[in-house]
């Protein structure tokens, strides 16, 4: 691979497949294993189809800025999402154009730092009840997979975050309807040929009846704190389903629709909780694989924290957590894929992209670069400090998606994560299981099979 991308426009080169449908066998049987074989026998810009899609695989980190920050206009998410889109709705996330622009404005205030700050101690709060858990574990010596527990976690987090104000039954009906949503999302990513909702089978009865469920909770709150609102605005509360409702356009002054409320709050709740549980659980992973970096971490902690839980305030002097979390969605970024469709005719690279050309773009790779990343396969949190940071590009790490796109929950999610890291590394030590399989799935996110583990209590 070269430094830099050459100028001169011809047709990408990649693997042929089969005649008609290309590499349509090849590709789901090993997406990652396939894509990392692409990249390093075709280079930064290669081509393959799937049945009559053409694929255009970019590596580069010029060629990422490209599609997701120079030309982004050209570059949309297309007829690909429909299934995810049938299953959650048209909100911020995969929407485009004028209603993206409307939607992204009225929301991302909420995400603002000094509005994100207040959830950080339910974030604590809840670490340190899993934390207890975890307790009787470390007291008895006891081998456990911590991943569902995660997943447990960063669920209960984000539903406490979106709807604080809602009854530990209602949570607990919304946790539930999630969590069957998560699942038929990731189904559905794998199964793109599926029935959809509008066809009653067993399973998307079953999600129906979920979804309806969670409707009920969400709109008698959403009608609740609109009958108790005051004329200053206030009454409806400061979670995020609160802040969504009073966010109001600057060219209209008009908020959302109840349905778009609707659809973004579930948004909210397919792109959250799973790729934060799946970043704590890598960086577990990486820190049980490396005894000295768990070892630098605990220093770190018992010098900022001296014992205590971790609040907002104390992020920023946790620089070691935050390289340890940033080198871990290096090498296992959730959102490892991301899908464009080409609008028109286009160049990256010097190479030629037609118009309803997929790009596919993978954090996974442009973060294994050789040209921009030395060793690109060792856990190595240091290569996060200033000092090797500078001139580093921009484009050549991007875990939460880059440019206009870029994650609006990012600040949230790494917050959740340092945390969550925080109040648990102080208090426990972490062994993975040695003769333990752990298998990188690689389908809509990129998680771990499990995580068995067994934990000793720091002293």
């Not at 695989?57 to 920050?69: A, K, N, S, T, Y």
């Not at 990486?286 to 839980?309: C, I, S, Y």
């Amino acid at each position: 691979m070269e430094q830099s991308l050459t100028s001169s426009k011809k047709v990408p080169d990649g693997p042929k497949g089969s005649p008609i449908v290309g590499v349509m066998f090849e590709f789901p049987r090993d997406r990652r294993g396939f894509l990392t074989k692409v990249a390093r026998q075709y280079g930064d810009v290669a081509q393959f189809s799937i049945a009559n899609l053409k694929f255009y695989e970019v590596v580069h980190p010029d060629g990422v800025q490209h599609v997701l920050e120079d030309n982004q206009q050209n570059y949309e998410r297309g007829k690909m999402f429909d299934p995810i889109r049938n299953l959650i709705g048209n909100g911020l996330l995969l929407s485009d154009g004028a209603f993206w622009q409307r939607q992204r404005g009225l929301m991302e205030p909420a995400y603002h730092l000094q509005h994100i700050a207040r959830f950080g101690e339910t974030i604590t709060q809840d670490a340190k009840a899993l934390a207890g858990r975890w307790q009787t574990y470390a007291a008895q010596g006891q081998a456990f997979d911590a991943l569902p527990d995660l997943f447990i976690l960063a669920l209960n987090t984000t539903t406490r975050v979106v709807l604080s104000a809602e009854t530990p039954d209602d949570l607990e009906t919304v946790s539930h309807s999630i969590s069957l949503l998560l699942e038929n999302i990731s189904f559905h990513f794998e199964t793109p040929f599926y029935p959809s909702m509008n066809v009653p089978t067993p399973r998307n009865r079953k999600l129906a009846q979920a979804l309806r469920a969670f409707d009920q909770i969400l709109f008698r709150s959403i009608e609740a704190r609109r009958r108790k609102t005051h004329p200053d605005g206030g009454g409806l509360g400061e979670d995020l389903l609160g802040m969504f409702m009073a966010a109001r356009s600057a060219e209209t002054g008009q908020g959302m629709t109840d349905e778009q409320l609707r659809t973004e709050i579930v948004t909210v709740f397919a792109t959250g909780p799973e790729p934060t549980a799946i970043a704590i659980a890598w960086a577990f992973y990486f820190l049980a694989k490396h005894p000295d970096v768990q070892e630098k971490l605990a220093t770190e902690l018992a010098q900022v924290l001296n014992g205590r839980l971790p609040t907002v305030a104390d992020i920023p002097g946790l620089v070691y957590t935050r390289m340890v979390l940033q080198e871990s969605l290096r090498l296992f970024p959730p959102a490892w894929l991301i899908n464009r469709s080409a609008i028109g005719d286009d160049e990256i690279g010097g190479y030629a992209i037609p118009a309803r050309g997929v790009i596919m773009l993978s954090p996974y790779l442009t973060h294994r670069h050789p040209s921009f990343w030395e060793d690109p396969e060792k856990f190595d949190p240091q290569r996060f400090s200033a000092e090797r940071s500078a001139g580093r590009p921009k484009f050549a790490y991007f875990p939460f998606g880059v440019g206009p796109h870029q994650c609006i929950g990012m600040d949230l999610a790494m917050l959740q994560a340092q945390l969550t890291l925080a109040t648990l590394v102080q208090r426990f030590h972490l062994e993975l299981l040695p003769e333990a399989k752990i298998e990188v799935l690689a389908g809509l996110m990129l998680r771990p099979s499990q995580l068995p583990v067994r934990i000793l209590p720091v002293h």
